[in-house]
């Protein structure tokens, strides 16, 4: 059972627009987001996270949405440059709940065109 | 480099061999977690560990995996008798507390080891 899901395996965006990755949870215990960017070959390295007594959370270029009514999350890049070319990983835990494993979701590979 | 630290980055083993990942968690962390990517899937929970203590273990395949950390040294994730199967990509990470607030929990993840089982 897929607690976690990124539904597009990829995704393809131009330079200086907006990217946006989605992720879906089914698991209504779990009560903190992260996400984080993977080059190959290399461990995944965080990116932002939001607690879900949140709906927002920015840092720089990234924003993170929660919509746990709908258990959705995404998020944002804008503007998207080159360098942000990677595999990007949402991630959940049940903190309140004393668990701490991330359970995280299959993946979109972003690739930002010049 | 105040980074989580693995090694070794790659290793090879035949089938039927030990396989004994290492990995040093950033200064100042006492919560170390180990994950396995296997090809085209996501990173897959396998155990969480304190100083001496095994807090959550339920990743874990039944036999020949184990996992350790002692009060010295780093944490030390075993795999005997590899087979085929075995071959994955595994990732140490760490985090600062177990205080339960959300932010003190985010795990900072080492390069990982990729092991090949021949």
């Known amino acids: 059972d897929q607690q976690v899901k990124q539904n597009s395996p990829s995704l393809s965006v131009q330079e200086g627009r907006i990217s946006i990755l989605n992720c879906d949870y089914t698991n209504s215990m779990f009560d903190y987001f992260l996400w984080y960017k993977k080059y190959p070959a290399e461990g995944p390295t965080f990116l932002i996270s939001i607690s879900s007594i949140k709906d927002k959370n920015e840092d720089g270029r990234f924003t993170v949405f929660l919509n746990k009514s709908a258990k959705h999350l995404s998020l944002h890049i804008v503007p998207s440059q080159p360098g942000d070319s990677a595999v990007y990983f949402c991630a959940a835990s049940a903190v309140a709940s004393g668990t701490y494993k991330y359970i995280f979701g299959t993946g979109t590979r972003l690739k930002v065109l010049a | 480099n105040a980074g989580v630290m693995q090694n070794p980055r790659h290793l090879v083993r035949r089938r039927g061999q030990e396989a004994r990942l290492r990995c040093s968690p950033m200064?100042?962390?006492?919560?170390v977690y180990w994950y396995r990517q296997l090809p085209e899937e996501g990173l897959k929970f396998m155990v969480y560990?304190?100083?001496?203590?095994?807090?959550?273990e339920s990743g874990m395949p039944k036999e020949r995996f184990s996992a350790e950390f002692p009060k010295e040294g780093p944490s030390i994730l075993r795999i005997q008798q590899v087979v085929r199967g075995d071959s994955a990509a595994y990732f140490c990470?760490?985090?600062?507390?177990?205080?339960?607030?959300?932010?003190?929990?985010?795990?900072?993840f080492g390069p990982g080891t990729r092991l090949l089982v021949l």
């Open positions: 200064k100042g962390h006492s919560h």
């Open positions: 560990l304190q100083k001496e203590n095994i807090i959550d």
């Open positions: 990470a760490s985090s600062l507390s177990g205080t339960g607030f959300p932010r003190e929990e985010t795990q900072y």
